[in-house]
């Protein structure tokens, strides 16, 4: 299956406008500026002259060259967005490595913490009868593995920091690229309004001075229908709301060094029974007095029943087959939060996708958001639930509907399915929702300082 454009990349451009709004506005103020004096100029000529249509041709000609110039940086912000969230981007590798380090080293020090274990026990229980050079290399053995032991705890902690660096680096690349499209993309709208603004002073030009009107374009030559075997690699997937999503149980306030569990229900909205239907989770925070990025200090897995289980790199949390129209299934959910987490604002976002086997797919055109509290460890949380906050609209992307092979035959009707998807279902990654979290941070810090500010 052929993907055109995931959606992944859809979400991360959508979640950066919020942060982005923060900093960019002033800078698109003046995107029209240029073009709006021209047409002004063009317009206020004295009346002995009238107005000048040379001047308005001008005008419409530059304000066409912007906006193709614009839509074009566009263009390759997305695709820089793309190229960051792929799993082969220089600082995504990074991590992967990285991360497989501080695996092995936390492994390596499991290891010595366990041969410390086993040669004091060697010690404590060693017969009487040991001659003095035997005791001396029990002994010897303890000293060794304690040595061992206290090297693997500093090498797993240096993995384990050059783990969060990388993964840190490649988040602050990611929320970086989709700012950047964000503000590509306004440049791109502010310029379409002033090329509409100019055609528009120029048509009322012509109108009143009674030019003809230009010969309209002729209409473009309908495309081919697409024969059996064609390359449809280009359709679109729907965004209508043919699955919903909603969380409960996610309390207001969660507490540094506890963990909450929750429920993620994902019901199917259409007339038909959807073959693999996926759920997706993500949980961000940023702390409350300088809106640092904490989201590192969160935890988020999911349960079919057997145990609790990473998410997939995509977000995912599990597979459900063969919903049926009109019902739903359930996804149980764990946010754990670090000992260490300073006080700060939380976010979760969830969403959903589906796929058939004759490939029709779709996801929902938005992802909610609940906002939630992080406490000091031990404070009182009460019983008030998270919040709804706006959703997170996911625009339109370019997934394939090439026909998909079954990939988890196994899970009965509503059943999540433990094997994981399929790499032909759409992926939703929601790591750029970290600029969500950063944007509504900004505001939640600038209202607590406005609100000082008039006490």
């Not at 055109?4 to 029209?32: D, H, K, Q, Y």
């Not at 590509?184 to 009322?204: I, T």
């Not at 949390?317 to 987490?341: H, M, N, P, Q």
Request: charged share 25%.
């Amino acid at each position: 299956m052929k993907i055109r454009r995931s959606i992944a990349t859809a979400v991360a451009l959508a979640v950066t406008a919020p942060v982005t709004l923060l900093a960019a506005s002033p800078a698109f103020a003046e995107t029209g500026t240029t073009t709006t004096a021209a047409v002004t100029e063009a317009q206020n000529t004295d009346a002995a002259s009238g107005v000048d249509l040379e001047k308005l041709e001008k005008a419409v000609a530059d304000a066409q060259a912007a906006y193709d110039a614009a839509v074009a940086a566009e263009t390759e912000a997305e695709k820089t967005v793309e190229a960051t969230l792929s799993d082969t981007a220089p600082l995504a590798v990074a991590y992967t490595e990285a991360k497989a380090a501080a695996d092995r080293a936390a492994a390596d020090k499991a290891a010595a913490d366990q041969a410390v274990t086993d040669a004091k026990t060697a010690l404590d229980n060693m017969p009487d009868d040991l001659s003095d050079d035997e005791r001396v290399a029990l002994a010897k053995a303890l000293a060794d593995a304690e040595k061992a032991a206290e090297a693997a705890a500093t090498a797993k902690t240096t993995a384990d920091t050059a783990a969060a660096e990388a993964l840190k680096a490649r988040d602050d690349q990611r929320v970086e690229a989709g700012r950047k499209h964000y503000t590509a993309q306004e440049a791109a709208k502010a310029a379409k309004a002033d090329l509409d603004a100019a055609k528009k002073a120029l048509e009322d030009a012509e109108k009143d001075t009674g030019t003809p009107e230009p010969e309209p374009d002729p209409k473009p030559e309908p495309k081919p229908e697409p024969k059996p075997g064609d390359d449809q690699g280009d359709d679109e997937c729907d965004a209508k709301s043919k699955v919903g999503v909603a969380v409960s149980g996610l309390p207001g306030k969660v507490a540094a060094g506890s963990s909450v569990n929750f429920t993620l229900r994902i019901t199917n909205h259409s007339d038909r029974t959807l073959d693999y239907v996926q759920p997706y989770a993500a949980a961000f925070a940023v702390d409350s007095k300088g809106m640092n990025d904490i989201s590192h200090l969160l935890k988020l897995q999911w349960s079919d029943g057997s145990g609790w289980k990473s998410l997939s790199s995509d977000d995912m949390a599990g597979e459900i087959t063969d919903l049926k129209a009109g019902s739903g299934a359930d996804v149980r959910l764990r946010l754990s939060v670090d000992a260490k987490a300073p006080a700060g604002l939380g976010f979760a976002f969830a969403a959903g996708s589906y796929v058939n086997e004759d490939g029709t797919c779709g996801w929902t055109p938005e992802a909610n958001r609940y906002d939630f509290d992080i406490v000091a460890a031990g404070a009182k949380t009460g019983n008030e639930p998270a919040k709804p906050g706006k959703p997170m609209p996911m625009p339109q992307g370019g997934t394939s509907t090439a026909p998909v092979k079954a990939a988890n035959t196994a899970a009965t009707t509503g059943e999540l399915a433990a094997t994981g998807s399929s790499d032909a279902m759409p992926q939703i990654a929601l790591a750029g929702a970290a600029a969500v979290a950063l944007g509504a941070g900004a505001v939640f810090v600038v209202r607590r300082r406005k609100a000082g500010a008039d006490a």
